[in-house]
């Protein structure tokens, strides 16, 4: 793997763009797999199959900042009227914000789940990346094919040397470039760059504050346990409100 690694470097030094710093956005797609009775087939009809979200990172050399876009992000409002009663199903884009510190090898994420807030605390996982020599293009930027092999989830990155800071979207890190693009789950959610822009001038990443203090192996447990609960498998990202408007 170090050989073709060297190789690519040299292939990409000719024309690197060598952005250390910036702001990408990204757009995020997932699956949402609702199971509707036989009885409710007209109600059937009007879910959604998936649901877009729309994110941004902000990057140095050392740090970065991922959160949701605010203005750009709708949650998806589906009514339906059966025997009388209106139900009503709200499918919201939890709030999350993850920010990573390289030299300090610090990781901390405020997440939202089930409406309590958590604070994920800890350190920058190394992951297992198993580098590939496929490569394709993502923006204006050649990106090389990464699978990870350290997870009971199926996660293949691209990612460029173009932008040599080793962050990306979602928490995930580790690799000798920018990730602009992830598959998680033979593309149960999918997430790419869509643009990216100079870093704001004076830009300040401030780290996440409020929630209930965890570290990323706690999180897991509480939410595993309440999604088993809940008799869902986690895949889909969105949170389901339902309600009887009656």
């Known amino acids: 793997m170090k050989s073709t690694l060297v190789l690519l470097f040299i292939s990409f030094s000719a024309f690197s763009q060598f952005q250390k710093s910036g702001k990408i956005y990204f757009k995020e797609s997932i699956k949402l ?36 876009e605010e203005k750009k992000n709708e949650d998806l409002d589906i009514k339906h009227e059966e025997g009388g009663n209106q139900i009503r199903m709200v499918f919201k884009v939890p709030q999350t914000t993850i920010y990573q ?28 990346w198993k580098v590939t020599g496929e490569q394709k293009k993502v923006l204006d930027f050649v990106c090389i094919k990464a699978t990870l092999a350290d997870t009971s989830q199926k996660v293949v990155a691209w990612f460029t040397p173009q932008i040599p800071v080793g962050m990306g979207p979602n928490g995930y890190s580790g690799l000798p470039g920018m990730i602009l693009a992830l598959d998680t789950d033979n593309g149960q959610r999918l997430i790419a760059a869509t643009n990216i822009e100079p870093l704001p001038q004076g830009f300040t990443f401030t780290k996440p504050e409020k929630g209930k203090k965890v570290n990323k192996a706690e999180f897991k447990k509480i939410r595993d346990e309440k999604l088993k609960e809940m008799g869902s498998d986690g895949k889909s990202g969105a949170r389901v409100i339902i309600r009887n408007e009656n």
């Open 33 to 68: 797999n609702i199971q509707i009775s036989e009885e409710n087939k007209e109600m059937a009809k009007m879910m959604p199959t998936s649901q877009d979200s729309y994110k941004v990172l902000y990057y140095d050399s050392n740090e970065s900042l991922f959160k949701v």
């Open 101 to 128: 510190n390289l030299s300090e090898n610090s990781f901390i994420q405020s997440q939202e789940f089930l409406d309590k807030e958590f604070l994920i605390v800890d350190q920058i996982n190394d992951k297992k």
